[in-house]
């Protein structure tokens, strides 16, 4: 069993970064022929860099649409990173001091991110319009996250698990030293519910994380008059016909 988990997360690990790589490759190479950012609108670089900022801190657009789903949506993201820092613990020896005072916090973050998730579940079961737009593949999402809160929570407190051999196990995988894997069976669920997780990641709606970071309706200034706005593709498709259908009009004024 150690080996076969060992080998799973190998291939989770070398999906979840491939197909991240691939998908931000294909997001940044998407072209952006036009000025579309939502208004209002920062007109600088600078400001469209902060707007990005904030959205991907605060959830911005969201606090505005609606204040409940902004609060369930937060609150899962920051409860998710606390968890995430918290098991840092798992990968690192000696133990950092931050992550030692955080381990509290984070196991206390896990009953929050259940509870976001659980909220953002009803909503999409009760709320008729989000109900008509939500498909099987969303509630297995969602399903695979609390599965995997759930399974976290439940090695804390009904079935605790031996976390010097989760430790020595997780850094051996690191070090190509596999070590043997304690047997409790919600150690092995949650490892494998993780390991799902991560192979699905870059095809599912969650990629939304890298994503927003290539939204031209946040990261473009509000700037059209002041600058034109050509995509790469244009300026040289721009500049083939330019060279291949010179203006007589244009070389008489140069000269």
Do not use: C
Not at 54 to 69: D, P
Not at 139 to 154: D, E, K, N, P, R
Not at 190 to 215: C, D, N, R, T, Y
């Amino acid at each position: 069993m150690s080996a076969l988990i060992a080998l799973l997360f190998y291939l989770a690990t070398a999906v979840l970064l491939a197909g991240l790589a691939w998908r931000i490759y294909l997001y940044a190479r998407t072209p952006a022929p036009l000025r579309i950012p939502t208004t209002p609108a920062p007109t600088t670089r600078s400001g469209a860099a902060l707007r990005v900022a904030r959205e991907v801190v605060l959830f911005q657009s969201l606090f505005r649409a609606n204040k409940w789903i902004w609060l369930l949506g937060w609150a899962f993201h920051v409860a998710l990173l606390l968890v995430l820092l918290r098991h840092l613990r798992y990968f690192i020896e000696p133990v950092w001091s931050w992550v030692v005072l955080i381990q509290p916090f984070g196991l206390y973050a896990g009953f929050v991110m259940v509870a976001a998730l659980i909220g953002l579940w009803i909503r999409r079961i009760g709320v008729a319009r989000i109900k008509a737009i939500t498909g099987p593949s969303d509630h297995l999402m969602l399903a695979l996250l609390v599965a995997i809160g759930l399974s976290g929570l439940g090695m804390k407190y009904l079935q605790p698990t031996d976390i010097t051999g989760v430790k020595a196990y997780m850094l051996g995988l690191m070090r190509f030293d596999w070590q043997p894997l304690p047997g409790d069976p919600l150690l092995i669920l949650h490892l494998l519910l993780v390991a799902a997780l991560m192979i699905v990641f870059p095809f599912s709606k969650l990629l939304h994380a890298p994503g927003v970071f290539f939204s031209p309706t946040r990261n473009q200034p509000d700037n059209p008059r002041e600058r034109r706005h050509l995509a790469p593709w244009a300026a040289a498709l721009e500049r083939g016909t330019a060279s291949a259908h010179p203006n007589p009009a244009r070389e008489e004024v140069q000269s």
